[in-house]
């Protein structure tokens, strides 16, 4: 079986339609859709279009490497001829079709989307069961997921962009679900404002591109086709600098942008405050949204574009930097927080720090596979921690949890397979990913080998938090009634949390070397023909201290835990005693939202406050009370004219036609 124009055109058609036909039908038909009916169609439409990702897989699979990308137009929606641009004509013309590009690096993106998603839409049936919202709950799901495919499938800028405005738009709707409540759209709005800063920016980066992107012959391109723009930016077999060169102002100012537009989606400092906030959600959209898709498209960005930030080392290494800054950030804000899903949030903020510091220094298949064990291991927490918030009646603070390892026989050790993975213990998923993707930093710059000792920290963090949360809730005795009375939750949430567990525990195979059989790992030859391979042995040299070292400081931050948390061995409350500054700076999350408030929102406050007292009541109010005046005096004066006697009225007449008659008598003589 191979992969053709017409099976990519109906498989792209089908993955796309599905999931829009889902919420076309939930939204425009309301409550005339009985819940039942909402329970299948809203899953099922995500679930079939999951089978044909599995199609186009193997049908990809089936092609030689060099030939498994397709890109197909599924309609024409705009042709423009360009005009002469600093007098070099433009023959290209401006096109902006509809097109797809079925791909490996597309196709596990869809995959996550469609194939977690759909377990995450599974989950919400038995979650929101009770909502009175049920139905717009996956309406809104359904737009979300048909956002992403639009976002990753895209072959062409302009509708790239659209699929990452619908997603920022999908985002608010979702967190912002539970509307009465103010703190929910609050959330929702610093989320969509967030992400509007980064769709700023991306906007920017793609018209610089279509201003300055030059064909071989040094002809501009006037082009928002990716594979064109991929085709003349970066090395290749025909290399040429197609934004100018290598480390040049132009192509670092788009680099930049684009990975502004990377890091408001994706969390990353200094747009990363909306993303604990948006636990305000639903606990399933804390699934979707902030652990198997929405977030992760800001490496998925970086990754796409990696012609350009190759061609720009500067702004590689900005994304190097500012990933893992982010990530040790948020893994020592985890370390100190006690509502359940912000400790996860905070996880999950760190995790795309390190996704997105592999994309900066080059290691894209490492960046790539990362993102696909963590979107496993992540859903698989997210949901585990809604079972525990259901069974608690809605509880979220950790201190009020305790014992439920013994009332929850399956989702506890599902929380701790999604720990071990996490955290990076050995054979888990993320053990495999997230050690590739240390040692892609040891051997690759920038700042080597400090920026890889801080990975290696954000290791210890990591196990260090996620283990004090499965200390706190699942051991010990219970801390309130609620939880003394807690319950395991039904099947149809219990099952999507045991298939995940089940691949968090396994997926690291996919990213086995075996050197004897295979020099690079399946995963990493999947996506090579997109972005390449950076090295061949990942267990060779320098690889191999940083498994070791990784390793045991993955298993020293989970013993550290165990002693603090189990043995109590060393008292829980010792750096808030000893350190209370630091204690504080982690628990206020390093005071960014303080900061934001007293640089931003405060100082716009108090001007517009300034402007409402001064400026609006002595310019704008009195402009128009000066024009309320001049038209009452004009009309006072016309009044006079108005005396009610006739001859006075035949005056004026006559007066004016003798004056029209003189003027007319002039102009003809």
Request: a positive charge; glycine letters at 10%.
């Amino acid at each position: 079986m191979t992969i053709g124009h017409t099976m990519a055109a109906v498989g792209a058609a089908l993955l796309l339609g599905l999931p829009l036909l889902g919420f076309l039908a939930i939204s425009l038909l309301g409550r005339r859709l009985s819940q039942r009916v909402v329970r299948w169609l809203g899953p099922g439409v995500v679930l079939v279009a999951f089978a044909v990702v599995v199609v186009l897989l193997v049908a990809t699979l089936s092609r030689p490497a060099a030939d498994r990308s397709t890109t197909v137009v599924l309609w024409q929606w705009l042709q423009l001829g360009v005009p002469r641009w600093h007098g070099i004509p433009g023959t290209q013309g401006f096109n902006a079709d509809f097109a797809v590009t079925i791909d490996p690096l597309a196709l596990v993106m869809a995959a996550i989307i469609t194939g977690v998603g759909g377990l995450i839409h599974v989950y919400s049936v038995g979650y929101m069961a009770q909502d009175r919202g049920f139905n717009r709950f996956f309406a809104y799901m359904n737009l979300f997921v048909t956002s992403m495919l639009v976002l990753v499938l895209s072959a062409n800028l302009v509708f790239l962009i659209i699929g990452w405005s619908m997603v920022a738009f999908a985002s608010y709707a979702l967190i912002a679900f539970w509307y009465e409540r103010p703190s929910a759209v609050a959330a929702g709005r610093k989320a969509y404002i967030s992400q509007v800063i980064g769709d700023l920016a991306l906007v920017l980066a793609a018209f610089l591109i279509f201003i300055n992107l030059r064909g071989p012959s040094g002809r501009l391109l006037h082009t928002v086709s990716l594979p064109q723009i991929f085709a003349n930016v970066g090395p290749g077999p025909h290399f040429h600098a197609g934004l100018g060169p290598v480390g040049g102002g132009v192509v670092t100012v788009i680099g930049i942008l684009l990975f502004i537009g990377a890091a408001a989606k994706s969390a990353q400092w200094p747009l990363h405050t909306w993303l604990p906030d948006a636990m305000e959600g639903p606990t399933p959209v804390s699934a979707l949204i902030h652990a198997a898709t929405m977030v992760t498209a800001g490496v998925y960005l970086v990754v796409r574009f990696h012609p350009v930030f190759q061609q720009a080392p500067v702004a590689a290494a900005v994304v190097a930097a500012v990933g893992i800054g982010t990530a040790l950030m948020a893994g020592v804000i985890g370390c100190t927080q006690y509502d359940i899903k912000r400790v996860i949030a905070y996880s999950t903020m760190s995790q795309i720090g390190l996704m997105i510091f592999a994309a900066g220094i080059g290691a894209y298949s490492a960046a790539i596979f990362h993102l696909l064990t963590h979107a496993f291991f992540k859903a698989l927490l997210f949901l585990a921690a809604g079972n525990v918030i259901h069974a608690v009646g809605g509880e979220q603070d950790l201190r009020r949890m305790g014992g439920l390892g013994r009332r929850m026989r399956f989702t506890y050790p599902a929380f701790v397979v999604g720990s071990l993975a996490l955290a990076g213990i050995p054979l888990f998923s993320g053990w495999f990913s997230k050690e590739e993707l240390l040692g892609n930093g040891l051997v690759l710059g920038p700042a080597t080998p400090w920026l890889w000792v801080i990975g290696i920290l954000v290791n210890v963090l990591t196990s260090f938090y996620i283990f004090r949360v499965v200390w706190i809730a699942f051991h010990g005795a219970p801390a309130s009634e609620a939880a003394g009375a807690a319950h395991e939750a039904p099947r149809v949430m219990l099952a999507p949390v045991l298939v995940l567990a089940g691949l968090a525990a396994v997926a690291g195979i996919l990213n086995v070397a075996f050197a004897d059989w295979h020099p690079i790992s399946w995963f990493a030859s999947f996506l090579r023909p997109v972005v390449g391979v950076v090295r061949t042995h990942p267990a060779a040299g320098a690889d191999g201290l940083a498994l070791l070292v990784g390793t045991a400081m993955s298993l020293g931050g989970l013993g550290l835990a165990a002693l603090v948390y189990q043995r109590r061995a060393i008292p829980a409350d010792l750096i808030s005693r000893r350190w209370p500054w630091l204690y504080q700076l982690s628990f206020r999350k390093f005071y960014w939202d303080e900061i934001y408030d007293a640089a931003l929102a405060r100082p716009v406050l108090a001007l517009a406050q300034g402007l409402q007292r001064v400026v609006e009541p002595r310019i704008f109010d009195g402009a128009v009370r000066g024009v309320r005046d001049a038209v009452a005096g004009l009309c006072q004066d016309f009044r006079s004219f108005q005396t009610g006697y006739f001859r006075e009225y035949a005056t004026v007449f006559f007066a004016f036609a003798a004056i029209g008659l003189l003027v007319l008598g002039l102009h003809l003589t």
